[in-house]
């Protein structure tokens, strides 16, 4: 008897039978949860709005994958742990992601990877700056009703580049060549945009600009709305003080320590050093008004001072906002800012948004928007948990496994499509309520 699939070799027998494997299952998926995914896409309609940001040059009679349907598979893949375009080869037969992508097993199959790299070097300068405020415009239809205030954490991350790619440069902290992303949550988690960028620290008229593109944005949708940026020292620049002034945005950012700063704290350094006794560390804090000699105005200025066994450790933030004591400000409002760093690596770990590795900065940011449209796929399906559960605050690479890696066996008959899944699922509930919650997300 003729096989045309190899069997698994070194498998051991079971009872003294022997165990046969081979990958000839047929209609079989290893992604069946891609099928919840596809439901959070359409109620979002991410691929949709990225799409309609691009020029199709293809001719209209050749086309077999429109472009919202090869950035759904792509957002898909992503979300699934398919960061690799290559993967595309083999996933565009897979059952599950068909119809994820709004086709029948029996269908052609889905588009494979030279069209997705064709598609990742279409974008043109306008095109993205369009899906920029295309993901902005995602993020403001988010919300059920306008808020009244929204805070806007931004910081950065490094992306290690291997090759001669436009913008790369050589950072000396990380002591490689790459990029330095400047990208943007809200205090809730969500992602509102993404920016590639040179290695390097962004002057604050960078940083200006950046920052009236993005308000001017959110304020399409929603005029009166009142914006707090966070941010560390990369960020506080006399530029950016007086641009948030001028625009009613508030900021509280942090300050790089020099000696004018430490000259205001120094009697409080040594007296919180000479109180401190034990392993516990005691933290004192105080403000003061002063400005550099670049500085357009005197800014309020709050230190921490912090001693403990290794010293004494002192921290500087720069504020617009008044009426609330240095303490709660530094505590309750400016260290929250460190959440945005687990958001990035969520980001970035779970989902290979540093995957920045083609030739050109087009693609590269187009890139970052297709792993920031994954992103917003992950953070909605996580939304829809309980609000006190453990899935709530779960890792994007636990639900992908527990929720999405699920094997299914899809049978296709005339007038129904059949997706059995393993009767022993330990997550059988937790699916069953994602999909009863869907009609809770904002669309």
């Given amino acids: 008897m003729h096989e045309s699939t190899p069997e698994l070799p070194g498998l051991s027998p079971v009872a003294g039978k022997a165990i046969v494997a081979r990958f000839d299952g047929g209609s079989l998926s290893s992604d069946a949860g891609v099928l919840a995914l596809r439901e959070v896409e359409r109620r979002l309609g991410i691929a949709g709005r990225l799409a309609a940001c691009l020029d199709d040059p293809r001719r209209p009679e050749r086309i077999r994958h429109r472009l919202a349907e090869i950035i759904r598979f792509r957002l898909l893949m992503i979300a699934c742990g398919y960061e690799d375009g290559n993967d595309a080869d083999d996933l565009r037969r897979d059952a599950a992601f068909k119809l994820a992508s709004e086709r029948l097993p029996s269908d052609p199959d889905l588009c494979s990877q030279p069209t997705i790299s064709r598609l990742e070097n279409q974008p043109d300068v306008r095109a993205l700056l369009a899906m920029g405020r295309a993901l902005v415009e995602l993020y403001c239809q988010s919300f059920r009703q306008v808020p009244k205030r929204i805070v806007l954490d931004l910081d950065y991350t490094f992306d290690a580049v291997h090759g001669g790619q436009q ?85 509280i950012l942090g300050l790089a320590t020099n000696p004018a700063l430490r000259a205001h704290v120094a009697g409080l350094e040594a007296a919180t050093r000479a109180g401190q006794a034990g392993p516990l560390k005691r933290r004192r804090y105080t403000e003061f008004w002063d400005a550099a000699r670049s500085w357009p105005r005197v800014e309020r200025i709050i230190a921490r001072v ?44 779970h989902l290979a948004a540093d995957r920045t590795s083609c030739s050109r900065a087009t693609a590269n940011q187009f890139r970052l928007f297709l792993h920031a449209g994954a992103y917003w796929l992950m953070w909605s399906l996580r939304q829809l948990m309980p609000r006190r559960s453990a899935w709530r605050v779960a890792q994007f690479d636990t ?40 009609p809770r997300l904002v669309t």
């Fill in 167 to 251: 913008l790369s440069l050589f950072h000396a902290h990380y002591d490689g060549y790459g990029f330095l992303p400047i990208v943007v949550f809200d205090g809730d988690g969500r992602l509102v945009t993404a920016i590639l960028r040179p290695a390097k620290r962004p002057s604050g008229h960078e940083i200006r600009a950046h920052l009236r593109r993005l308000v001017r944005a959110i304020r399409a949708h929603w005029p009166r709305v009142e914006i707090l940026i966070r941010g560390d020292s990369h960020y506080a620049g006399p530029e950016v003080f007086a641009w948030c002034r001028q625009n009613r945005v508030e900021f």
């Fill in 399 to 438: 639900i992908r496994l527990r929720l999405l890696k699920l094997a299914a066996r899809i049978v296709e008959l005339k007038t129904r499509l059949f997706v059995h899944l393993p009767t022993a699922c330990p997550e059988q509930a937790v699916l069953r309520l994602v999909l009863a919650r869907l």
């Fill in 306 to 349: 912090e001693a403990g066994a290794d010293g004494v450790d002192t921290r500087f933030i720069v504020t617009s906002l008044t009426g609330r004591s240095a303490k709660r400000l530094y505590d309750d409002l400016y260290c929250r800012r460190g959440q945005a760093e687990n958001h990035i690596k969520a980001w970035k770990n």
